[in-house]
């Protein structure tokens, strides 16, 4: 891996004019497009997934991008700007940068608030392969010093133009993040932040309906939201803390069992504690606290006496419990949070992150799913042969219980004929981090003014290029 010196590129942002392709344009479609890579290594992504800073994402990009022809070579339509998803961990898309125009790939990123691109200067391998802003090449530059130096240019994203926007020239590719001002670098406004000051927009809000599958369409809509992609009614979630797009997290449970795997693996050792507890329905759900609390009473004393039971015999069995037929309704599901006060909640919040695919949590808690999953806890691979036994496992955000199917928290590989797991243990961060794994089931709508998450079950037709 590459380190990570000097010039850092980010759009720094002043309160310069846009300019728009057509004025009556207030809201902008953004196809998202899935390619796969067919040097895909899923350990090494797994790796880098942990790292989340924005310096530290940069690194990570891959510079054998797989690119349809098509999408690099035909100018788009006003509003249009075609994003691949490369290695199942970033959307990328073509942006353009200065008069004559120089084009570069940057990931749409939540978990970001800068926007950088890579600069002529960096000689690194990895920036050798990709495009670097000449700024020399422009008729509009300037020249700073902040860890390198800063240039003022045109910027055009998706038919939006940004003239005499100063920007900060990194050694690495790309990112459009779009994230709060208060994560950004140095304070500066994001790119989305000043569409919304400039009102460029009709409301304050994008959502992402990301691609269910390879070579095949999604869409990041800016100023608004599209109610025939997804089903149902949109779930809020408020924001905790308006930096990153960040909520409460109140559990995760694996199929139909009772017990939250966030308190089990704080509570408990999980080299002697049997899976079959994880598993196995222990308790009802509560009606009132009351009950809540013996039920946690005898949730306790049921794992006292399992933990007994569970010396000299294997940790393993019974795992899984087999499903005597696939359920006719493959879509996702949302469940209503039992009434408060009904278990033990531990205090966790989790971001929302476009700028990983992978399930970024605690190590405790990662380790407990790996083995109820049959994972390399470390590697994260697992065998293809039983993923029809797989239950879903089912993440508490904001008082409602969203589904993470086997099909969104298993990566399979159809030419290597392997399969591994998303969930992947964190061991500096104080969120779990939630990405394309869980957001690809569903439509997520992101509102800057109220502060605040929806989500809903996706219904997004596939649209292959």
């Known amino acids: 891996m590459v380190q990570l010196t000097a010039l850092l590129l980010l759009l720094l942002t002043t309160p310069t004019n846009f300019a728009l392709g057509q004025q009556n344009c207030k809201r902008i479609s953004i196809p998202l497009q899935r390619s796969y890579n067919r040097n895909n290594n899923i350990l090494v992504a797994r790796r880098k997934a942990r790292e989340n800073k924005?310096?530290?994402?940069?690194?990570?990009?891959?510079?054998?991008?797989?690119?349809?022809?098509?999408t690099h070579d035909v100018e788009p339509d006003f509003g249009q700007v075609r994003l691949t998803d490369a290695t199942d961990t970033y959307y990328y898309g073509v942006i353009s940068v200065g008069m004559p125009a120089q084009n570069f790939t940057v990931t749409f990123d939540t978990g970001s608030a800068n926007m950088w691109i890579p600069g002529v200067r960096c000689q690194s391998k990895a920036c050798l392969q990709h495009n670097r802003y000449d700024h020399d090449l422009s008729g509009h530059y300037g020249t700073g010093e902040v860890r390198g130096f800063t240039s003022?240019?045109?910027?055009?994203?998706?038919?939006?133009?940004?003239?005499?926007?100063?920007?900060l020239i990194p050694e690495f590719d790309g990112l459009f993040g779009l994230a709060?001002?208060?994560?950004?670098?140095?304070?500066?406004?994001?790119?989305?932040?000043?569409?919304?000051?400039?009102?460029l927009v009709d409301e304050p809000v994008f959502a992402f309906a990301l691609s269910q599958g390879h070579r095949s369409f999604g869409e990041l809509l800016l100023g608004g939201y599209n109610e025939l992609h997804y089903k149902g009614d949109l779930k809020w979630m408020h924001v905790t803390r308006p930096k990153y797009w960040q909520v409460t997290m109140e559990g995760i449970w694996y199929g139909d069992g009772k017990l939250n795997l966030l308190t089990l693996s704080k509570d408990h050792d999980l080299g002697t504690l049997p899976l079959?507890?994880?598993?196995?329905n222990i308790t009802d759900v509560a009606t009132s606290e009351e009950q809540a609390a013996r039920q946690i009473e005898d949730q306790e004393m049921a794992i006292k006496k399992m933990k007994k039971k569970a010396k000299g015999t294997d940790p393993d069995m019974d795992i899984m419990r087999k499903k005597k037929h696939p359920p006719e309704d493959t879509s996702v599901?949302?469940?209503?949070l039992l009434p408060t006060g009904s278990e033990k909640k531990p205090e966790t919040s989790a971001i929302l992150d476009t700028g990983t695919s992978f399930l970024l949590g605690d190590p405790n808690t990662i380790q407990l799913i790996s083995r109820i999953i049959g994972?390399?806890?470390?590697?994260?691979?697992?065998?293809?042969a039983n993923l029809q036994n797989l239950e879903s496992f089912w993440v508490s955000l904001g008082g409602y219980r969203f589904e993470i199917t086997p099909d969104h928290y298993v990566y399979r590989d159809p030419e290597k004929k392997t399969c591994s797991s998303a969930w992947v243990p964190s061991y500096d961060s104080p969120f779990w981090v939630l990405g394309d794994s869980f957001l690809r089931a569903y439509y997520a709508v992101f509102d800057m003014k109220d502060k605040k998450v929806g989500l809903a079950p996706i219904n997004m037709p596939l649209k292959h290029y």
Do not use: H, W
């Open 180 to 199: 709060f001002k208060s994560l950004s670098s140095g304070g500066l406004v994001p790119p989305m932040v000043r569409m919304i000051e400039e009102n």
């Open 276 to 280: 079959n507890v994880v598993l196995t």
């Open 333 to 336: 599901k949302i469940k209503k």
């Open 152 to 167: 003022q240019d045109t910027v055009k994203v998706g038919g939006i133009t940004i003239k005499d926007q100063p920007c």
């Open 375 to 384: 994972a390399d806890y470390k590697t994260g691979d697992m065998s293809c």
């Open 54 to 70: 924005d310096g530290k994402k940069l690194m990570m990009l891959p510079a054998d991008v797989d690119f349809d022809e098509e």
